[in-house]
Every structure is written in C-alpha cells, then in structure tokens.
C-alpha cells in the first residue's frame, strides 16, 4: 500500500492534496501560550493513554526521539508544521498511522491539531473521517467549548466549528499565460487563504499554491465544505483553460515540457529549486498527455524524494549541499 502523498486521486492533475485539520483543545488545562512544559507532558501522556480507544492504527511519536532530518522529512510530507518543530520539541508529539493519512500534532498552537491528508480532491471523505476522529477523541476527553462561540482555539480565527480545510494546486499554465494574479486575487476576495507550500508564511514553490477557508465561527463544516468546492473547481477550470490555450501551440508546448524533462533525467547535480521548477514542467507534460515515458506515481516519487530531508532519509545519511546536489541527480535517474 502506497503512502497517501505518492498516490494520485481526482482531479490530481490541478489538485495534488486534500487537508482537513480540526483544532481542539482539552477544558483543564491552560492553552498552548500559556502551557507549561509539565502541562504539556500531561497531554501528551493523557492522548497516549486513550490511543487504544480511537484505533486506525495510531502511535505515538514524540518530537524529542527524532532527529532533525526525520522532523524535516515530516514537513515536507505536509504532515507537521515548520513551526511545530522548530518550537516544541521537549513537548510535541504526533499520533499517526501507518498509511500517514492521519497525523494528530499535540501541542503545536493548539493542545490538537487533527488531521486528515488524501491525494487529490477528496473533501468529503477526508471531512468525514477527520470529524470521526475528533468524535472519539471527544468521548475521552473533554474540549475547551463556548455555547455562544463553539470551540475554544489560542487563535481567535480557528474559533467555532476549528476547522480548516486546505487543497494543494499545482498551476503551471495560469503562471505561464499571465494570469495567476488575476485568478489568485479573486480566490482571495472570495475570502480563503492562499499560502505556499508549507502554509503560513512559506513561499510558493513549482507553481504550488495552497488554498483554505479563512472563516471558521458563524459558518457550519458543510458550508466550509461546499465553499472550497466551489472555489476548487473554479480553480481546476481556470487552470485546465490556461492548459487548453497553451495546447494550441503543440511544438512550443512540448519543446519545453521535454526539455524540463531532458534536463532532469541527465543532470550529473541539481540544487533543490532548479529540481521544483524542472519538476512542474515535467508534471503538466505528464498530466497533459505530452510525456508519456513516465507515469503519475513517478512523478509522485520524483516530488518527494527529490526534498533535502526525505532525500537524506532514503540513502540514510546527512549530506552537504554539493553532495545532496549529485545524489539527488542519482535518485531521479532510480525513479524514471
């Protein structure tokens, strides 16, 4: 069984992930600004405690057992915030299962962040069980909640239903047509956030965008549900319309998927950015039809071994930048 992030769903030629995350909070204790590290511990020991009554296969991790690269391979897998680990690591700690679909951080800016990760549109089924999840844990445990404002968060904006709900789109042709501003700026007004790769305060990388629901009190989880549908399929045809246009010049077109795709496969080294710029060429080629020596799973592979971390991982030691360069020109040639 392949881990969700080397998988393809629907829709995954615009929309490479689904997130739902729930922030949750337990009534006795202090919430996480004002959380002591003998606070924290409790926590953590309490979740471990109820593991056995949540099932899905669930263990528990706690951030100072792993080593730096393991935190940032775990990043990159979209499963744990940058902050997270780089701030609480004598308290953090993630329950998650094998497949890694599930990732619960406890103790990251709330005492839990629930989450559910699938490969591409998958908002239903990921809302769906990321709710049942957060239903047992209710059943063990008590939540900070108001009558009058729902779910109690350290961030006023995750107050309410604390959910948020996040797809990953991959838009390469609306970058090349000029229009992504454009297409950006209306997903904005229409109230959702657009962050880049590793959500707040990250950069856009490969034409990667992450968009989410800003609002989470006075609105209902299916409201937050039908809303990011609609703008993801808004999205997905803006996108597809920018392929369709470009696709009308065949010869350019593929002259520049094929050489992103020559380049790739016969660097003797490549840095981490020119592989992410290289990548997006290479996957709107695939996805398009145009390429067709590899296949989606490749591409899947090729984005994440390709990472600093998850690269290290793989060939299980820590490199230097000139030597991740030359292995991760080795580890593309593996792959395709």
């Known amino acids: ?32 600004p004002k959380c002591t590290k003998i606070d924290g511990k409790k926590i953590v020991e309490k979740m471990e405690e109820i593991i056995p009554n949540l099932g899905y296969g669930l ?50 800016e709330d005492h839990l962040r629930i989450q559910v990760l699938a490969p591409g549109l998958e908002l239903e089924n990921a809302l769906n069980l990321a709710l049942e999840i957060d239903q047992k844990i209710g059943q063990n445990i008590t939540y900070a909640y108001s009558e009058k404002y729902g779910f109690l968060t350290s961030c ?29 700026e209306v997903v904005n007004n229409f109230g959702m956030n657009i962050r880049g790769i590793y959500g707040e305060g990250s950069n856009t990388q490969g034409n990667l965008y992450q968009v989410s629901n800003k609002q989470s009190l006075g609105i209902t989880e299916e409201e937050i549900l039908k809303n990011q549908k609609i703008i993801a399929e808004k999205i ?84 230097g930048d000139y030597e991740r360069d030359i292995e991760r020109a080795k580890m593309i040639k593996q792959i395709v």
């Open 156 to 184: 006023p904006t995750n107050v309410g239903t604390g959910l948020r709900i996040s797809n990953m789109f991959h838009l390469p042709a609306l970058t090349l047509t000029g229009n992504i501003e454009k297409v950006l």
């Open 59 to 108: 263990k528990l991790f706690q951030l100072k057992d792993m080593d730096d690269i393991t935190k940032m391979s775990l990043i990159e897998k979209h499963l744990i915030s940058p902050d997270f680990a780089l701030n609480r690591n004598d308290i953090g700690a993630i329950l998650m299962n094998e497949e890694e679909n599930i990732c619960i951080m406890v103790n990251e």
């Open 236 to 319: 997905m045809e803006q996108e597809r319309l920018a392929r369709s246009y470009l696709g009308k010049n065949e010869i350019d077109l593929a002259d520049r998927v094929y050489r992103a795709y020559g380049i790739l496969t016969n660097a003797q080294k490549i840095t981490s950015e020119e592989c992410k710029k290289l990548l997006s060429d290479v996957k709107l080629g695939v996805d398009m039809g145009i390429i067709k020596e590899i296949d989606d799973t490749q591409v899947n592979k090729l984005y994440l071994y390709t990472k600093q971390a998850n690269l290290q991982k793989y060939v299980g030691k820590q490199l």
């Open 1 to 32: 069984m392949l881990n969700w992030y080397l998988q393809s769903g629907k829709e995954s030629d615009v929309v490479t992930s689904t997130r739902v995350r729930i922030a949750r909070n337990f009534a006795n204790f202090p919430f996480m």
